[in-house]
């Protein structure tokens, strides 16, 4: 059963924005934190971005001032809003949802920064 669904990737030009969702509606939203993670082909899996239940933020170094992430309870949806795409955000996104019961990932979702 899926319990992640990631959407919004693709093909965009450098200076680009994209906005990705992850909707999780048959987990308990609001306790969990929520978290982006990107792999780029050959690179390990790294933390782009994450929200606790108190809303709290924490950004990787190399998205800082670029990049915000966002929950909507009611909707149990998060964001991930990419302004200033560069050719190195090429990679496939992860959404993670994370509590002490808990630690599910999407399927991901290819966000590709090309001219």
């Known amino acids: 059963q899926v319990q992640l669904v990631e959407s919004g990737g693709g093909l965009v030009q450098p200076g680009g924005s994209l906005r990705l969702s992850c909707v999780a509606p048959a987990i308990p939203f609001s306790i969990s934190t929520m978290g982006w993670y990107r792999q780029a082909p050959g690179k390990q899996l790294d933390l782009v971005a994450a929200?606790?239940?108190?809303?709290?933020?924490n950004y990787s170094d190399f998205v800082k001032g670029r990049f915000t992430i966002s929950r909507d309870n009611d909707k149990k949806t998060t964001y991930l809003q990419m302004n200033s795409l560069k050719p190195e955000d090429t990679a496939v996104y992860y959404c993670?949802?994370?509590?002490?019961?808990?630690?599910?990932w999407g399927q991901g979702t290819l966000v590709t920064v090309s001219s």
């Open positions: 929200i606790n239940s108190g809303r709290r933020t």
């Open positions: 993670n949802a994370r509590s002490v019961a808990q630690d599910l």
